[in-house]
Each structure stands twice: as C-alpha cells, then as structure tokens.
C-alpha cells in the first residue's frame, strides 16, 4: 500500500532539546508539506518543498527547520527556540503537474501525524 | 488577506438525518476546494473536491457546492452514519500547491 508515514506517533522531550520528526513517503509524490495543528484549530503551514534539495518556508517556519535530501523523505527538526513546540504534527504529500506547477486535481495526502509534548 | 473560515465549530444530528457543514472564503481568486475528514488522533482524510468551475459535485453520500458569488462552500452528507463523527475542514489552494484551512466543524452523530 502506498501512503505516508509519521513516526514516531508520540513523542515527549525535555524545554531546551531539538527534536526530530520523521516523515517518508512510497507515493513518488514531488511536493511535501509540515503542517502544525493545535487544539480546536485549523492545520498552519511550517515548511513544503515541492523538489529535492529545496524548501521553502511557511507562515510559521520560525523555531523549525527541514531538509529533503531524499525524494521520499522531509523530516521536520523542532528546535529549542521555538517557543510553543507542544502541538500535533501532521506530514502530507502532493504529486506535481507539468512545468512544476501543482496538480489542481491532486489533493494532499496526509501521513497520521506525531504528537509532540515538551515539558 | 486569505482566511477561510467556517460558520459553525459544532454540529449535532441525528442518524439518518442529513448533515450540512458550511464554510466561507474571502480570497476570490480560489480556485480549487477540499473537504477534508479528520477522526481523533488522525491525519485528515480525503473527502472530495471541487474547482472553481463547477458549481456542484457528487460523491458517494457527499455532495459539494460552490457558490463563488457569496464565496461560501458547502459540504453535504446523506444519510448521516456513526461513522461520519469527526471534524470536517474545507481548505483552499494556496498559489504554492499547499493547503488553506478553516479551524474545521465537529460532527457528531447521535444514534
């Protein structure tokens, strides 16, 4: 079965430590995506990258950082300066159109998130 | 700026009954739409989607509807089942290929 992974499923570390999460995905899929969800809220952008090698940043990449060295992996680091780092993670994944551009019908597919808890 | 937002944060109905879960946009160049599931301790499924140019589109017990002149989008379930209990999200397409989305619309299904 194709489709995304997230591990680990919970995850708890100490203020102060970088932490980071894994992503990886068999879909041959070019673009993927960190998404940070908190309680009764909607899923915010952290980073995407929609080639190897290249990312870009989100509407909340402050506190975090990736790389994509890999077509099938974008692991998402959480660093100590990122001040609210206790929150659900959520990886997805996009196949891109022609010339780059995203596919309009290719909705992303979502891994089942990480759960994060610093104390 | 871009928002997409919904009307209601809760839902209650009854099994069998029909469910509508509404949802708003502000940014009229959207052109594409998504209606995602998410159950608790998930990552958000799939549901259906639909793009600027067409007004109405039908799934299995779901269907969506566009209404670009008010900007407001529409997801209709038939039928409703236990199994339908979850928040619901509609998000648009952002210029980047990534995903906008409403702070989501918590169903429950009471038997």
């Known amino acids: 079965d194709g489709g995304i992974t997230q591990s680990p499923k919970y995850l708890f570390r100490k203020e102060g430590q970088n932490v980071t999460l894994s992503c990886e995905q068999n879909l041959n899929h070019d673009a993927m995506y960190w998404y940070r969800q908190d309680p009764g809220q909607g899923l915010r952008l952290i980073y995407y990258?929609?080639?190897?090698?290249?990312?870009q940043k989100g509407d909340i990449a402050e506190g975090y950082s990736v790389s994509r060295e890999k077509k099938e992996s974008f692991p998402l680091t959480v660093t100590s300066a990122q001040k609210n780092p206790t929150a659900f993670y959520l990886c997805?994944?996009?196949?891109?159109?022609?010339?780059?551009?995203?596919?309009?019908?290719?909705?992303?597919?979502f891994g089942n998130g990480t759960r994060l808890t610093v104390t | 700026g871009e928002s997409v937002g919904l009307h209601l944060p809760t839902l209650s109905v009854q099994e069998g009954d029909n469910s509508i879960i509404n949802c708003a946009y502000s940014?009229?160049?959207?052109?594409?739409f998504i209606w995602y599931k998410q159950e608790s301790g998930k990552g958000p499924q799939f549901i259906i989607d639909i793009r600027s140019n067409m007004d109405k589109r039908q799934g299995q017990r779901v269907t969506v509807l566009l209404n670009k002149t008010v900007k407001h989008l529409s997801l209709q379930i038939a039928a409703t089942q236990p199994g339908d209990s979850a928040v619901y999200f509609c998000?648009?397409?952002?210029?980047?290929?990534?995903?906008?989305f409403g702070k989501g619309t918590k169903l429950s299904v009471k038997p």
């Open positions: 997805a994944s996009s196949p891109l159109g022609q010339g780059r551009s995203y596919s309009y019908n290719s909705p992303l597919h």
């Open positions: 998000a648009r397409r952002g210029s980047q290929g990534n995903l906008i």
């Open positions: 990258s929609q080639i190897v090698n290249d990312f």
């Open positions: 940014n009229s160049a959207s052109d594409y």
